[in-house]
């Protein structure tokens, strides 16, 4: 068998990707399916952090959270990514894969605190670590979360999962030319406006050469492959 690109890589599930066709929260046969292909990559061996997100379950109380403080509603939105953290902890678990939870908030009695060299070496004892919390801070999102525990942690590529697969060239759902990006410097997104993470998150990836690989979560085989090197999506690179 061919070995792996990579041997350590962040994955960031966005909390969306959790729901399946549901309105918000988690879709049972979804996270099962997305486990089994994240189960996949672990049992070869590759050194696996994940980062997810809160939309899921933030989209479920956002009506409440209208007109509230923006850093109020944003510690909420931390909270979410706890709560998905530990669920897919637990769905990893049922399929055989061990992992450790991390919040950079403080959650003493759920998860333990996020501790850098205490990921560093549940990696390599090749264990899963599932980053919770985002940075900890207000004003941040998950995918600049991503970017600083992919950065941190020495990780060669941050994967981003998303809905699409890949970056194109405009809009595909409103332009039939567009077309997919196999590879894309950094540089090219800025000068083509082509939105791949957050700003925070673009820059600190690009200023630490950090690639971003761009995939689809809800193609079957797309993380194995990405993982093997084959084409699937789009790279972004220095
Ligand atoms: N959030 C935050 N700081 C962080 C990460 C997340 O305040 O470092 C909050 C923010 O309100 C965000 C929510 O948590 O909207 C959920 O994160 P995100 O939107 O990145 O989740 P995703 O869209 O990937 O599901």
Same mark, same amino acid.
């Given at each position: 068998m061919s070995e792996p690109k990579f041997k350590r890589v962040l994955l960031k599930l966005s909390g969306e990707a959790l729901m399946g066709d549901d309105q918000f929260g988690i879709n049972r046969s979804t996270i099962?399916? &997305?486990t089994e292909e994240i189960a996949e990559i672990a049992k070869i061996g590759v050194?696996?952090?994940i980062v =997810? @997100? @809160?939309g899921n379950i933030f989209r479920g109380v956002a009506p409440g959270a209208q007109g509230m403080d923006r850093a109020t509603? #944003?510690? +909420? @939105?931390? &909270?979410?990514? $706890? +709560?998905?953290s530990l669920? %897919?902890? #637990?769905? %990893?678990?049922h399929h055989g894969v061990e992992s450790r939870v991390q919040s950079a908030l403080n959650l003493d009695q759920v998860v333990e605190p996020y501790i850098r060299l205490k990921s560093l070496h549940y990696l390599d004892e090749k264990r899963t670590v599932i980053f919770a919390g985002g940075t900890g801070n207000p004003f941040f999102t998950t995918d600049t979360a991503a970017a600083l525990r992919g950065a941190e942690i020495g990780a060669e590529v941050v994967l981003k999962a998303t809905k699409v697969d890949g970056i194109y060239s405009s809009d595909p759902n409103k332009d039939p030319n567009a077309t997919l990006y196999h590879k894309i410097s950094f540089d090219e997104c800025i000068s083509r406006r082509l939105e791949v993470m957050d700003a925070t998150a673009?820059?600190?990836?690009?200023d630490q050469k950090l690639p =971003?690989? $761009?995939f689809s979560i809800n193609k079957p085989g797309a993380l194995k492959r990405v =993982? &093997?090197?084959e084409q699937e999506g789009t790279l972004v690179h220095i």
């Open positions: 099962i399916r &997305m050194e696996l952090a =997810i @997100g @809160g509603a #944003d510690y +909420m @939105g931390m &909270m979410a990514t $706890v +709560m998905n669920a %897919l902890q #637990d769905a %990893l678990k673009f820059a600190l990836c690009r =971003i690989q $761009v =993982i &093997m090197g």
